[in-house]
């Protein structure tokens, strides 16, 4: 099972990875951040836990029981890759790993493999 620094520097070591963070996701707050120069890892954990929970609400009403539960999120911008799991840990609280990736260097099939299969030993 690996610890929460080791799952990060993990998800850093995926080819084009840039920024990543485990956040809370409750209460939005970052558990454990590392990337770049100039990241604000509260202010980004606090904005992709409302993303996420936006995303949960709106994508619930279109689902005929009214409940879904995401287990990962892609979003692609013109600067990169943005991708988010879900974990089921035995830890207080649900937490996701979220990384940014660089659009021109990561290949998005290799980091999604490579980010079940990290969330897989975090969560073992």
Do not use: W
Request: charged share 20%; net charge negative.
């Amino acid at each position: 099972m690996l610890g929460l620094d080791d799952c990060l520097a993990e998800v850093m070591a995926i080819p084009g990875a840039l920024d990543a963070m485990v956040v809370e996701h409750t209460s939005g707050m970052a558990v454990v951040a590392n990337g770049s120069e100039g990241l604000d890892a509260e202010r980004s954990a606090a904005a992709l836990s409302e993303a996420l929970r936006h995303t949960t609400d709106g994508l619930a009403q279109t689902s005929p029981d009214g409940t879904i539960r995401i287990d990962e999120m892609l979003v692609t911008t013109d600067k990169g890759h943005h991708l988010v799991r879900h974990l089921v840990t035995p830890f207080e609280g649900p937490l996701v790993i979220y990384v940014r990736l660089d659009k021109e260097r990561a290949n998005l099939a290799l980091a999604r493999y490579r980010l079940q299969a990290i969330s897989g030993q975090l969560t073992s």
